[in-house]
């Protein structure tokens, strides 16, 4: 079989090391030779061939990954044994983030509601589902821990009795998540906790103070360090234009307290919704490229270099800081995946000349 590089694959160099990271099944290989960065199977080493196979670094010739990530994306679509929830017991928050887009107002869920969801729950799993898995999000949804708490219990409950599973993760600030809030939360069944944090303390206050002021770095870091007995800790870190160049410095202080390799660390850009973050927009001016370049080394590293020491690292930022230096891989047709035959073929056409290539359409800001 022919095999071609994936067109996820992100390649590094360190000397004559090539880093290799698969951002499709978020697999790394390390080689110690020079790779190009468009290099072909025929050029791949005899005894490395199993690992680019295995890792997904190569892929046979006539698969087009889009059409496979939209296959799977279809089939999970449609498989009804797994329930997946996203329960928002407060729209509250004791935070004022530079970047959010919530209104904040003091309303908690109803009991109306919460029962509505039980009963929901329960017709699920009575159809079939064996699967269930529930995000508690907000606002900050430990401003209403009492709800969050009795929601869970009755999940499980409901779950037990009809011998089906259920996962509980939480989406939160951290500033509320207490020791003991965090022992509670593993007895009631909950794995994982996604706290965010944008930058070293100096960024972070800035970014993401309290609702009537202050800094909550010192706090959420006491928190990440006391749930972690307990709970499985992300830390995301939202990256925009401000903070771009100062985020390895969050790494540099969870390596500091010694919970770099025991919390995952991720990097998301933040996404301008609607009008109210115009302020914000995502991508890096062009006169700040020159200094931004430091940073993205530093956003190739963690998929690959700092991986080695951490395999916690992910990183979904790329895109904000080269966003038309990534090929784009042409569409898959689009009747590939409906219900509906495929149209006829057409005669083959007597080949163009081809065009020259459109110059690339630069984002806002970048005039
Ligand atoms: S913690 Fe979340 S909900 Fe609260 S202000 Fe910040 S972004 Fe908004």
Redesign the pocket.
């Known amino acids: 079989m022919h095999y071609k590089p994936s067109f996820y694959n992100i390649i590094f160099r360190e000397g004559k090391t090539t880093f290799i990271f698969n951002t499709r099944l978020s697999s790394y290989l390390k080689i110690n030779r020079p790779l190009e960065e468009n290099f072909s199977w025929e050029s791949v080493p005899k005894a490395l061939k199993p690992h680019f196979i295995e890792g997904g670094f190569v892929i046979p010739v006539n698969l087009t990954e889009l059409s496979l990530l939209q296959l799977q994306n279809r089939i999970a679509c449609f498989d009804f044994t797994k329930l997946s929830l996203t329960i928002v017991p407060t729209m509250h928050?004791?935070?004022?983030?530079v970047?959010?887009?919530?209104k904040?107002r003091p309303e908690n869920m109803t009991k109306s509601v919460s029962d509505s969801i039980i009963s929901f729950v329960d017709a699920k799993v009575k159809k079939g589902v064996k699967a269930v898995d529930v995000t508690f999000f907000?606002?900050?949804p430990l401003m209403n821990y009492k709800l969050l708490c009795e929601l869970s219990e009755k999940i499980q409950e409901v779950c037990r009795k009809n011998g089906s599973q259920c996962w509980f993760s939480l989406?939160?600030?951290g500033?509320l998540l207490t020791k003991e809030k965090s022992e509670e939360l593993k007895k009631l069944g909950f794995s994982d906790v996604q706290i965010?944090m944008d930058g070293p303390q100096s960024i972070h206050d800035k970014r993401?103070p309290y609702?009537k002021g202050g800094g909550t770095f010192d706090k959420i870091i006491k928190n990440v360090e006391e749930a972690l007995p307990f709970l499985s800790v992300s830390i995301r870190c939202?990256i925009d234009r401000f903070n771009v160049q100062n985020v390895k410095g969050l790494v540099d202080e969870l390596a500091k307290r010694g919970i770099n390799k025991q919390v995952s660390i991720g990097f998301a850009p933040v996404h301008e919704i609607g009008k109210r973050n115009n302020e914000l927009i995502t991508w890096i001016n062009k006169p700040q490229l020159p200094a931004t370049l430091d940073s993205v080394n530093f956003f190739r590293k963690p998929s690959m270099l700092y991986k080695e020491n951490n395999d916690n690292i992910a990183c979904s930022a790329l895109p904000l800081i080269e966003p038309h230096w990534i090929p784009h891989e042409p569409k898959p047709p689009s009747c590939a995946f409906k219900m509906e035959p495929a149209p006829k073929p057409k005669e083959p056409k007597t080949p163009k000349e081809p065009k020259a290539p459109k110059e690339p359409r630069l984002p806002r800001g970048w005039d």
């Open positions: 928050c004791n935070m004022k983030c970047y959010c887009f919530e904040h907000g606002g900050e989406i939160s600030n500033t965010t993401r609702l939202n």
